[in-house]
């Protein structure tokens, strides 16, 4: 099971960028699919990004498409989003999870929660003002 903790949090203003980062520790990093989910005061996790095993195979959810950019360094064991065009409704709290796969991941955004992936973690704070 893989270990990860993000990075890259803040605070900017509207229209600014981001980038976020997770960082995996622990054996055979390719064999995950990876993630980005947020969570904003008093509202449930959405997921917002994935990406496959390899990177090959990408998705976003309506509300970043667009905006956000999902990426991954297999030799670095490390993703990132890329959040540009930030608005207050992108504030919450960020966090990169990671779920066994092999092959090409089905439509993963609102039907696999965070809680289904194996494993996520500690969150990093994205606090965008008008």
């Known amino acids: 099971q893989l270990t990860l903790v993000e990075s890259g949090g803040g605070s900017v203003q509207f229209g600014g960028s981001l980038r976020l980062s997770c960082t995996a520790s622990?054996?055979?990093?390719?064999?995950?699919?990876m993630g980005w989910f947020r969570q904003a005061p008093g509202q449930d996790n959405e997921g917002i990004a994935v990406?496959?095993?390899?990177?090959?195979?990408?998705q976003y959810a309506d509300s970043v498409e667009g905006r956000f950019t999902i990426a991954r360094d297999n030799d670095k064991q490390t993703i990132y989003l890329e959040m540009n065009s930030l608005k207050p409704d992108d504030t919450a709290v960020y966090y990169c999870?990671?779920?066994?796969?092999?092959?090409?991941?089905?439509?993963?955004?609102?039907?696999?929660?965070?809680?289904?992936?194996?494993?996520w973690g500690q969150g990093t704070q994205v606090t965008v003002s008008s």
């Open positions: 990406i496959s095993n390899h990177g090959e195979h990408r």
């Open positions: 999870a990671a779920k066994k796969w092999v092959g090409r991941p089905p439509w993963l955004l609102g039907t696999v929660s965070l809680s289904q992936y194996d494993s």
């Open positions: 622990g054996p055979k990093f390719t064999s995950y699919l």
